[in-house]
């Protein structure tokens, strides 16, 4: 069943990317959405068999990959809760947008290469929640990144969308660069690839860390070379404690996350990829592979749990990022643009809740975000689907008559990321603040902080969208309003599917997530240290601080409703005043400013270098350009000895003909 629900995606790209043309739109459609909602269905009860049963994690071999002395690589499907809650997400949300596309994407030409690069996507995708080893997760990881830059780019003939799709692909490629670093670091270190024998190494390790106490390890790496076998770094003869060894490669391994998740620094290909279709915004930038970072870190939590540095950076860049995505959300016009911010913050809180140690709650966040966000992006969809293309707010409002089913939708989608009590968002998110409360590590007051303020941003923005999208007067063209209409059912369908999701899933799996069953559902596939209590330090959280992000999420709520409903005139008024600041949030911090001048001026400037001086100026000048000229200077001379008359041929036969005697003579000679 499980190699079915990995390899249904790689068979409907293999039918739709080689034959979509002779199938024809709708055969291609429905060959990849159809395998699609198979492999959703396996996902599930996958997910309720082993996930509520008593199975213990599962190897499913496929095949050989790689075997070179004592490194051996081998296809092989790691199946345990953690990837099973992943293949639920992916696949899901995946087989809904596929569903949804159907009427979205209806009037495209191009649709059989649309849908057979959602089935790679999703496929890369499920190679990498389901690796059994670093090689592999690596495979799925960059799979992933190239499925998503032909996804972003997918319109190749707009500019902005190809210059989009680039920017995901270069800038993702920075973070993989530290992912692949880090993975040389765990070989290097572990003696493999393996999983089970890196997190072997690690319970060792976890022991001789605690009596070492940041002595040089010469006694921690025999401890792994004879527990797994495998230490070929001999820290002591570095000079290099292992603690500071562990927390290089946790840095290595968080830089690769901070690319594919879009953390402060490394966000800038987020909002752009925003040119792509929005099913691709869905699929990719919602629910699936901006979380896989996350998912990463939640898979090694084994050795980031060795390296309480690594985990307080990650807390405090999390924290950053939320804060940071947040504040740019609340002047975005671009509905699109909006709902990625707010993903690109959400993730902020998943990366507050790894660093403060609380993967489970982490994990449930990434869970119940997966169903409002992808709800949210769909529900943008269907707007802009209504209003012929138009993606920004201030051209919309009063939609809410004219399209009453995606209205409603949308506010679920909006309550249940806010956090109004009871939804998805509620229960995970709320889980995460308190995490950041009860934490001890050196940045949790500052995640706490940041996180409760960005729950309050998070409101404000997000009603903000629904107020200029659907409520006031009409602000689009007399033509637009005239053909507004509502989505078709195969567009709405999806909607109604995710809605459950984001209006339950919180409630139903919180006691399993999060709550007393948390150690029977996830069976250690979440590992936490020895001294980390912290889903036992949340309980005693007080009143205030639990209570402290509904508060955020009312007031939130409050000021949108004054600024977009009473009040319109305020926003304007208030970025008339704050000008300086409102530039700066509208151009986002200046960080593709910044990165311009620092990153992409100069490396133009010595490629323009190189290329004038080097390869023009000197390699073309000396080499190829100049023989050509020499022959071009001697066939030139050749050419006027071809005059046209006889005796001029004649003479030169003669001249040939001398030639050669002269030479058989002088070398009979000799």
Request: overall charge neutral; aromatic content about 14%; proline content about 4%.
């Amino acid at each position: 069943m499980y190699q079915a629900i990995v390899l249904l995606p790689l068979v409907g790209f293999l039918v739709v990317g080689f034959f979509g043309n002779a199938l024809g739109a709708k055969m291609s459609e429905y060959i990849t959405t159809g395998l699609l909602i198979v492999a959703a269905v396996l996902s599930w009860i996958g997910f309720i068999s082993f996930g509520f049963g008593e199975g213990e994690t599962m190897r499913i071999p496929l095949l050989t990959f790689i075997q070179s002395g004592t490194f051996d690589v081998s296809w092989s499907l790691r199946i345990d809760r953690l990837t099973l809650v992943m293949l639920v997400v992916v696949n899901t949300v995946s087989a809904l947008v596929h569903v949804y596309s159907i009427g979205y994407m209806s009037h495209d030409p191009h649709q059989p290469r649309f849908f057979a690069y959602l089935s790679l996507f999703t496929f890369a995708m499920l190679m990498l929640v389901t690796a059994n080893n670093l090689v592999q997760m690596f495979f799925g990881w960059e799979g992933v990144g190239l499925a998503s830059y032909l996804l972003i780019g997918f319109w190749y003939k707009k500019p902005s969308a190809s210059a989009a799709a680039m920017k995901a692909f270069i800038v993702n490629r920075v973070g993989d660069f530290g992912f692949i670093l880090g993975i040389f670091g765990v070989f290097a270190l572990f003696g493999s690839a393996n999983l089970d024998t890196i997190f072997a190494g690690a319970a060792d390790m976890a022991g001789q860390l605690g009596s070492a106490g940041g002595e040089h390890a010469a006694g921690a790496a025999e401890a792994v070379a004879t527990g797994a076998g495998a230490s070929v770094l001999n820290f002591a003869g570095y000079g290099l404690p292992l603690g500071a060894a562990l927390t290089v490669i946790c840095l290595l391994l968080f830089m690769g996350a901070m690319g594919k998740s879009a953390q402060i620094g490394l966000h800038t290909w987020l909002p752009d990829a925003m040119e792509g279709p929005t099913p691709v915004s869905a699929l990719i930038h919602a629910a699936t592979m901006v979380t896989a970072g996350v998912f990463m870190l939640a898979r090694m939590s084994p050795i980031f749990e060795l390296s309480p540095t690594a985990l307080t950076f990650v807390t405090f860049i999390g924290a950053t990022t939320a804060i940071f995505a947040a504040t740019i959300g609340l002047v975005q016009t671009d509905i699109k643009r909006v709902i990625a911010y707010s993903t690109c913050s959400q993730l902020g809180y998943m990366f507050v809740a790894l660093g403060c140690g609380a993967y489970g709650p982490a994990v449930f966040h990434l869970f119940t975000h997966a169903f409002f966000k992808a709800l949210l992006f769909l529900g943008a969809g269907s707007v802009i689907h209504a209003v012929s293309g138009e993606q920004d707010m201030r051209n919309m409002g009063g939609l809410r008559k004219h399209i009453p089913k995606t209205y409603w939708m949308m506010i679920i989608g909006t309550i249940a990321l806010t956090g109004f009590p009871f939804t998805a968002g509620y229960f995970s998110k709320d889980a995460i603040i308190e995490s950041a409360f009860a934490a001890h590590n050196a940045w949790a007051g500052y995640a706490f902080v940041l996180t409760v303020l960005a729950a309050l941003l998070t409101s404000f923005y997000s009603w903000r969208l629904i107020f200029m999208t659907f409520h006031g007067k009409p602000r689009a063209s007399h033509d637009v309003m005239h053909h507004i209409h509502e989505s078709p059912t195969v567009m709405l369908v999806p909607l109604y599917v995710l809605a459950v999701g984001a209006l339950l899933a919180g409630i139903v799996f919180e006691p399993y997530f999060i709550g007393e069953g948390y150690q029977e559902f996830w069976n250690a596939a979440l590992f936490t240290g020895a001294e980390n209590h912290i889903l036992h330090d949340i309980h005693e959280t007080p009143f205030w601080a639990a209570f402290s992000p509904t508060v955020a999420m009312a007031i939130g709520f409050a000021l949108a409703y004054v600024f977009y409903i009473r009040s319109p005139d305020m926003p304007n008024r208030l970025a008339t005043q704050h000008r300086g600041l409102y530039q700066f949030l509208l151009n986002k911090w200046y960080f593709d400013e910044l990165y311009d001048l620092v990153f992409v001026r100069p490396a133009k400037a010595i490629g323009n270098y190189f290329w004038k001086t080097g390869d023009v100026g000197t390699i073309d000048r000396y080499g190829p350009d100049a023989i050509s000229a020499r022959v071009v200077d001697v066939t030139g001379r050749i050419v006027r000895v071809q005059t046209g008359y006889l005796y001029h041929y004649a003479f030169a036969m003669l001249i040939g003909v001398a030639a050669m005697v002269t030479w058989m003579m002088v070398g009979g000679a000799n």
